[in-house]
């Protein structure tokens, strides 16, 4: 999509600190992190959202998931993290373009807001 910012870091008119890549995704540290380490993983697809069609193809599903054990490994996160994934405006997405949160380096809290 011309004009999804996710789209525009993928294919690099925008410039973000890329941190991974793999066939069907790419992570990048969050402009406004919301703890120590924040990462967005993104489909290199235009996908809306998590319940888009789109996102049950395997390769995506498979992409997304192997960039997140990845990255965790690559950043030490062995003492656990948080994935979130928001989807819709009850659910606080703000980007149209499907992505997971990987949250770490800190104690998270339950309930999430």
């Not at 819709?88 to 949250?103: A, M, R, S």
């Amino acid at each position: 999509m011309k004009d999804c910012i996710f789209c525009k870091i993928i294919a690099g008119e925008i410039p973000s600190e890329i941190i991974y890549k793999n066939d069907g995704a790419v992570a990048f540290r969050d402009t406004s992190p919301q703890a120590p380490v924040h990462v967005l993983v993104v489909p290199k697809k235009h996908i809306p959202r998590i319940d888009s069609p789109e996102a049950s193809e395997p390769v995506i599903a498979e992409s997304l998931f192997k960039a997140v054990a990845d990255i965790s490994a690559k950043l030490g996160l062995k003492d656990g993290y948080r994935v979130v994934v928001n989807s819709g405006k009850h659910g606080g997405q703000t980007v149209g373009h499907l992505h997971l949160h990987i949250l770490g380096g800190r104690q998270m809290g339950w309930p999430p807001g």
